[in-house]
């Protein structure tokens, strides 16, 4: 397998991605009446850039050990996740119309023992995913492989304790084989981090912890692919990579950005088609197969 540095990138595929990655959200949580657009769409083009050039996977053989890993530890914005698993080759586009439906495997927080090999661990209780990637870089370590580790979070879960003693062990361990990703919008559940428990000043934080910091503008998928290839090179030798990417909260849909209502507000039908409208068709991709409502 290649790495991310020996990639060569579509750019325009990876837009038209993360442009289907939001339109699957929206239709998949408006579709079944409950979920979170807000953060999904936030984080279109970080987890467009991970399936789709990143990660060294290979969807017909899901349980690779030699599989770079993901962590989705900010759980609750699975939907995105969900279609990015579709959208390169790992679900049917079908199951996609299953979300948050009773014995669907696509739970509203991912589940592993639904989908193991996919879904890392089990997430929804924040502040949990980056001790669990902790131990899958150790373990990759141990067992002498070179698969990398990558986590989400969101920046209102990086209030949890769990998070800095993972941040402490991380550095202790020398863990260079881990990335975290941070979708930094700047906005939680209820309202604005900065208000609800302040982390900054976020960068200085995470240096002082042991790690090396990038900031980079979240929706720049060059930017991002770049972040992550250096990540994966030799100046990253014993030490974690923290990527703090500033994103926005229900990007793409002028109506929902910037806005903590969208964190877990489902849109009425009609919100829904003005914000497919706002995002636009994705050439090369079909929209999955929606029975119950118009969309
Ligand atoms: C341990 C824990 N505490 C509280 C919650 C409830 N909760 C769900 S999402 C959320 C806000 C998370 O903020 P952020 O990570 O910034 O996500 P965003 O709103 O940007 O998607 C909270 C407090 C939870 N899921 N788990
Ligand atoms: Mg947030």
Redesign the pocket.
């Given at each position: 397998m290649q790495t991310v540095a020996e990639q060569p990138h579509d750019l325009v595929a990876l837009e038209g991605l993360a442009r289907q990655i939001r339109r699957d959200s929206i239709r998949m949580i408006a579709g079944t009446g409950s979920g979170?657009p807000?953060?999904a769409l936030?984080a279109a083009e970080l987890i467009a850039a991970l399936y789709g050039a990143v990660l060294r996977h290979d969807p017909r053989r899901p349980d690779d050990p030699d599989r770079d890993r993901f962590v989705l530890s900010?759980?609750?914005?699975c939907a995105a996740f969900y279609s990015a698993l579709c959208r390169t080759g790992y679900l049917e586009p079908a199951e996609l119309a299953t979300f948050r439906k009773l014995d669907s495997r696509l739970q509203g927080h991912p589940a592993r023992v639904d989908l193991p090999d996919l879904v890392e661990t089990s997430s929804?209780?924040?502040?949990q995913g980056l001790s669990v990637a902790n131990g899958l870089a150790l373990a990759a370590r141990l067992d002498g492989r070179n698969s990398r580790m990558y986590c989400l979070?969101?920046?209102?879960?990086?209030?949890?304790g769990q998070i800095w003693e993972a941040l402490m062990a991380a550095a202790h361990h020398r863990l260079g084989n881990l990335t975290l990703l941070i979708?930094d919008?700047g906005?939680?559940?209820?309202g604005e981090?900065e208000h609800v428990k302040r982390i900054a000043p976020l960068p200085d934080k995470l240096r002082a912890f042991g790690w090396r910091v990038d900031e980079i503008d979240g929706h720049d998928l060059q930017a991002i692919l770049e972040v992550l290839a250096g990540a994966s090179g030799a100046a990253a030798a014993g030490r974690p990579h923290a990527v703090i990417a500033h994103t926005v909260?229900g990007k793409g849909v002028p109506f929902m950005e910037n806005l903590?209502k969208w964190?877990?507000t489902v849109p009425s039908l009609d919100e829904a088609r003005r914000a497919l409208e706002a995002i636009g068709p994705s050439d090369g991709y079909l929209d999955f197969p929606l029975q119950e409502v118009e969309l």
């Open positions: 979170h807000g953060g936030g900010n759980g609750h914005i929804g209780p924040l502040g979070v969101g920046d209102g879960e990086l209030q949890e979708s919008n906005l939680q559940i209820d981090v909260m903590a964190h877990g």
